[in-house]
């Protein structure tokens, strides 16, 4: 009897673990460093590469925490502080890419969209947002294709927490 209280526990225990969210172990990363007043939520802030590239009238800066995570953030001067603004044209550009399928998730300064090509679904977000003179765009990059999952997990990291 005893044998199986404890056999019952460790499995409850082991099964507990696996259904974890792995992004309840993500750390914010500052990127203050790159010229973008925003942290992210990053896998393994120690591993992840950050790249910036100064376009001119924009950043864009590169935050790869490996599979399932890759980021793509653009900074440029606000032409305006309406956040809605820059969602609906973000949204626009999101609508006219020759695969996208449908919304799937909206919110005030983002939303999760699907793109269909053939039978494969794949998945993109943009989160905007405005600091000080800055208009900041995240997304996904586009040089890998998500998973609903990683695009929600991606999503949610970059959205601020309250304070």
């Not at 001067?77 to 890419?97: C, G, I, P």
Request: aromatic share 10%; with cysteine.
């Amino acid at each position: 009897m005893l044998f199986r209280t404890i056999l019952c526990f460790l499995l409850v225990g082991v099964l507990g673990a696996c259904s974890s969210d792995p992004q309840e172990s993500w750390k914010p990363k500052n990127l203050l460093e790159y010229g973008i007043p925003i942290s992210v939520n990053v896998p393994d802030p120690d591993s992840v590469i950050i790249n910036k590239d100064d376009l001119g009238p924009f950043l864009d800066i590169t935050v790869d925490g490996g599979e399932g995570y890759y980021l793509q953030i653009y900074a440029s001067t606000a032409e305006t502080t309406d956040v809605a603004r820059l969602k609906a044209n973000q949204l626009t550009m999101a609508k006219d890419q020759p695969y996208f399928s449908r919304i799937v998730e909206e919110e005030e300064a983002g939303f999760i969209f699907e793109n269909q090509i053939d039978s494969t679904s794949s998945y993109g977000f943009r989160y905007i947002l405005v600091k000080g003179d800055q208009e900041i765009v995240v997304r996904n990059h586009l040089s890998r294709l998500f998973t609903l999952p990683e695009i929600e997990r991606m999503y949610k990291a970059v959205k601020p927490t309250e304070k």
